[in-house]
Every structure is written in structure tokens, then in C-alpha cells.
T-cell receptor, first 112, second 109 residues
């Protein structure tokens, strides 16, 4: 079975721009979660989608949004980028919920 | 706010040594998971523990969930360079996974 894939792997953006990251879950997995990982804060939960609906949301500003498509693929969008948004963004899929997550390799976002 | 504290933050040992890393919280978790993350990769699930007092073994790795389901430990016997990585614990709560900041382990040959 193919693993979770994320595109792009690396991205450099300028402050004020917006960015869209993509995630393809493991075949058959309907839950997709997004996390932000930074050296200072560690791994922080952004949101979870299940069957195209946002089911859980972490404590992040509204600039961070996401969506899930009928084939379970997911995208997350960050608008009006700030320097502090520089991080590794990880997508994880699971069969039905946030337990036992299977992570992708992440997208390294650098905001200059 | 639920927090998971991991200790130590950093650990550098020689091949063949034993080690234990800890994951502690003041909150009760319905389940607890351990992941290992290598540079440039996403975390990989090692184990899930659900029952208080539960012990699970994965080759040279032994995982224990505290009786009160507030803490967990990971013990590695005869560490090898391939064990190098960031070890993360994560607790399940109210539909979210809360992660500790991790223990960065370096095993030197």
C-alpha cells in the first residue's frame, strides 16, 4: 500500500503571500489530520477532516484553513503568511479518527 | 490545557547501552502512543497503549503505560545507531492527539 504523500516537499514564500499544501492519504483512510511542527513548539494539531467535514480544530488563527475532497485527498491553505509560519507541515491519515496516525514526509515551508 | 512533558530532551549514548525516556502529564489520557521521527521524515507509529499498567514489547523496545494512565515510559535495551531519532509520545483526548516535544536520541557506534 502506498503511504501518505505530500506536495510540495519544500516551499519558500514571502511574508503576506498565501500557500496551499496538498496531502494524499493512504488508500481507504477517510480521516486526514494536519499538524505544524516547529523546534520551539513541537508538533501542534491544526485540524482533522473526515468525509469532507472538519471534525476537530486546534488553536490556530483563521488564516489556517483546510478542506477535504470526496476522494479523501486534503489541502490546507495559509493566507497572509507571517515569518512565524515557517515550519514543517505534516499530514497524517487514519482509518476513522486521530488514533494511530500514519504521517507523510511533510512540507517544509520557509517564509522570508 | 493538557500537556505531555517528555524527559530528557536530549540523550547521547554509546551503542550497547540501555536507556529510558519518560512521558508525563497531570491529565488522564484514553490512550497513549509512541512515535519515532527521523530527520526529513514524518513520525512513524511504534506502539499504542490503552490500559493502565499495560506493558508492550517491540524487539528491544519496552513501552509501559502508568496505572493511572497519566504517564508512560520507553525503555531501549542495547541501543543501536539505527535507534537514533526523535521519540515522541502522544495522548488521545477529545478527538485530538496532543504531542510531547520529544526526546532526541543519538546512539554513537
Amino acid at each position: 500500500k502506498a503511504g501518505v504523500t505530500q506536495t510540495p516537499r519544500y516551499l519558500i514564500k514571502t511574508r503576506g503571500q498565501q500557500v496551499t499544501l496538498s496531502c494524499s492519504p493512504i488508500s481507504g483512510h477517510r480521516s486526514v489530520s494536519w499538524y505544524q511542527q516547529t523546534p520551539g513548539q513541537g508538533l501542534q494539531f491544526l485540524f482533522e477532516y473526515f468525509s469532507e467535514t472538519q471534525r476537530n480544530k486546534g488553536n490556530f488563527p483563521g488564516r489556517f484553513s483546510g478542506r477535504q475532497f470526496s476522494n479523501s485527498r486534503s489541502e490546507m491553505n495559509v493566507s497572509t503568511l507571517e515569518l512565524g509560519d515557517s515550519a514543517l507541515y505534516l499530514c497524517a491519515s487514519s482509518l476513522a479518527g486521530v488514533w494511530e496516525q500514519y504521517f507523510g514526509p511533510g512540507t517544509r515551508l520557509t517564509v522570508t | 490545557t493538557q500537556l505531555l512533558e517528555q524527559s530528557p530532551q536530549f540523550l547521547s549514548i554509546q551503542e550497547g547501552e540501555n536507556l529510558t525516556v519518560y512521558c508525563n502529564s497531570s491529565s488522564v489520557f484514553s490512550s497513549l502512543q509512541w512515535y519515532r521521527q527521523e530527520p526529513g521524515e514524518g513520525p512513524v507509529l511504534l506502539v499504542t497503549v490503552v490500559t493502565g499498567g499495560e506493558v508492550k514489547k517491540l524487539k528491544r523496545l519496552t513501552f509501559q503505560f502508568g496505572d493511572a494512565r497519566k504517564d508512560s515510559s520507553l525503555h531501549i535495551t542495547a541501543a543501536q545507531p539505527g535507534d537514533t531519532g526523535l521519540y515522541l509520545c502522544a495522548g488521545g483526548s477529545q478527538g485530538n492527539l496532543i504531542f510531547g516535544k520529544g526526546t532526541k536520541l543519538s546512539v554513537k557506534p
